[in-house]
C-alpha cells in the first residue's frame, strides 16, 4: 500500500527547514492496518446504471467525498480533530493554546486542500441499510471484490490508500491524542526560536497534514453499519494522473474520477454479483449472468431474498 506522502507530496512547497513533524502519523496508521485484519473479500453497493458502467467499462468510480449523501464526511474529521487537541491543550500555556488555534484552522485547511476521493465498500454482503440506500425506486447490485487486489497499486492507472473506516467515537479520540502527543514532543524538541512567520506557518501546516492523515479513516459512528472500507487518492494527486468525468446525482452534476487496470486485461477484481431485493429476484439474477459473461465475467451470481418494500 503506498505512503500517503505520495498522494500529496507533490504539493508541498520547498519548506526552509527540515519536516519535523514529516511521517508523525505514520506509526499509528501502520499499526492500524497491522490490527484491523480484514476480510478477504469486499463489497461495493451500486444502482443498475452504477454497475453497467463499472462492468462494461471495466472501470471503478471514485467520488469526491465533499459530494458524498453523507453532508459530515470531511467534516467529521476535522470536528474530532478540533475536540482532541482542545482536549490535549487543556493543561498547556495561553501562547500554546493560541498556536492550536491556528493548528485547528490549518487541519480544517488541509483537509479541503487534499479533498478525499474515495470507492466506497463494505465487509459484508446483502446488507439491509445498503439495500435501502442504493435501491430508491431501482435494483441495486453488490458487487464482490478481491481485497488482495488492491494492495497492488501498480496494477491500477492510480495508486490508492486502502483502509477500514474508523467509527467509534472514543477510539478516534485517543488515535487523536496520541498523535497530538507526538506532535506536541517533536515541537518541544525544536531549538530555534527565531523563526519567522513563514517558517512558523509551514511548521503548523505541516502538523495539520499529519492529523489529515488520520482522520481520512473517520467517519461518524452513526454509520457504522456500513461497516466501511475504502479505497482513497485525492483531488491534487490526480491533477496530473487522471482527468474527471461528470455524472448526475441527487446533488445534480458530480466529478467522478476512472480508475482501471494496466496491461492487456483490463477486468477488475470481481468474484461474484449480488442483485438486491426485487420482486423479480430470479429472472433479474439470470439477465445480470448474462451480462456479466457478455463483458468477461463468468462469476458466481445470486439474489438477495430480503424482504423490501417499495
Not at 463499472?54 to 459530494?67: D, P, Q, T, Y
Not at 477500514?164 to 507526538?182: F, P, S
Amino acid at each position: 500500500m503506498p505512503d500517503a506522502d505520495k498522494l500529496r507530496s507533490e504539493q508541498l512547497p520547498n519548506a526552509p527547514h527540515p519536516r519535523v513533524f514529516a511521517d508523525a502519523a505514520g506509526p499509528i496508521l501502520s499499526r492500524l492496518d497491522r490490527e484491523l485484519a480484514g476480510p478477504s473479500s469486499l463489497f461495493h453497493y451500486t444502482s443498475a446504471a452504477g454497475l453497467l458502467g463499472i462492468v462494461s467499462e471495466h472501470k471503478l468510480r471514485f467520488s469526491n467525498a465533499l459530494f458524498l449523501n453523507d453532508g459530515s464526511e470531511t467534516a467529521h474529521g476535522v470536528y474530532m480533530a478540533a475536540h482532541a487537541i482542545d482536549i490535549f491543550m487543556a493543561d498547556k500555556s495561553d501562547d500554546e493554546k493560541v498556536l492550536s488555534n491556528s493548528l485547528k484552522e490549518a487541519i480544517a485547511n488541509a483537509m479541503y486542500a487534499y479533498q478525499p476521493v474515495v470507492f466506497c465498500m463494505s465487509e459484508e454482503n446483502n446488507l439491509f441499510n445498503q439495500w435501502r440506500d442504493y435501491g430508491n425506486d431501482v435494483t441495486p447490485y453488490a458487487i464482490e471484490f478481491d481485497r488482495s487486489v488492491f494492495y497492488f497499486n501498480n496494477t491500477f492507472n492510480f495508486e490508492a490508500l486502502l483502509f477500514k473506516v474508523i467509527y467509534d467515537r472514543h477510539q478516534q479520540i485517543a488515535l487523536l491524542l496520541e498523535l497530538a502527543t507526538e506532535i506536541y514532543n517533536r515541537a518541544s524538541g525544536i531549538e530555534d526560536t527565531s523563526l519567522d512567520d513563514n517558517a512558523k506557518g509551514i511548521l503548523v501546516r505541516d502538523a495539520a497534514e499529519e492529523f489529515v492523515r488520520l482522520i481520512w479513516r473517520f467517519k461518524n459512528q452513526a454509520f457504522q453499519s456500513e461497516r466501511e472500507w475504502r479505497l482513497m487518492s485525492t483531488t491534487t494527486y490526480l491533477e496530473s494522473r487522471a482527468l474527471p468525468q461528470f455524472r448526475t446525482s441527487s446533488l445534480g452534476v458530480v466529478p467522478y474520477w476512472e480508475r482501471s487496470v494496466q496491461g492487456t486485461d483490463k477486468r477488475l477484481p470481481i468474484k461474484s454479483v449480488t442483485v438486491g431485493p426485487t420482486p423479480y429476484g430470479a429472472a433479474s439474477n439470470l439477465a445480470l449472468g448474462a451480462f456479466l459473461k457478455h463483458h468477461g465475467y463468468d462469476v458466481r451470481t445470486e439474489y438477495s431474498t430480503i424482504p423490501i418494500r417499495r
